[in-house]
């Protein structure tokens, strides 16, 4: 069993900079790949980024590739999102969420390739 947490969510200007965090409690947060996914009001919940196992290979929707960075430090349990340069439309509810499927599998894109979701953070981005 996996428990995710998700701080860091706010209130930001477009142009700004915001930095979520997920908190994991697990015995063996390396075993899983893990994932950030957003939903905003009236739409599907869609992929963010993903990171391996070990960290060394990630992945970005088009829409933020250059702005976001995701990042884990399995030493301390714990999978963070870095964004910058913020736009309006990034609103939304952002959810980390956990796979013991491998990275590789090219699976990570999806929600129902995940074990285990956090309960999410909002991000607002004024314009």
């Known amino acids: 069993q996996v428990q995710l947490v998700e701080s860091g969510g706010g209130l930001v200007q477009a142009g700004g900079s915001l930095r979520l965090s997920c908190a994991a409690s697990?015995?063996?947060?390396?075993?899983?790949?893990m994932g950030w996914f957003r939903q905003a009001p009236g739409k599907e919940r869609e992929f963010v980024a993903a990171?391996?196992?070990?960290?060394?290979?990630?992945s970005y929707a088009d829409s933020v590739k250059g702005r976001f960075t995701i990042s884990r430090d399995n030493a301390r349990n714990t999978l963070a999102l870095q964004m910058n340069n913020l736009k309006p439309e990034d609103t939304a509810e952002y959810y980390c969420?956990?796979?013991?499927?491998?990275?590789?599998?090219?699976?990570?894109?999806?929600?129902?390739?995940?074990?285990?979701w956090g309960q999410g953070t909002q991000v607002t981005v004024s314009s």
């Open positions: 697990v015995r063996t947060f390396n075993n899983y790949a």
């Open positions: 990171i391996s196992r070990i960290g060394d290979s990630t």
């Open positions: 969420a956990a796979t013991s499927l491998s990275y590789y599998s090219g699976r990570l894109y999806y929600t129902d390739t995940y074990d285990y």
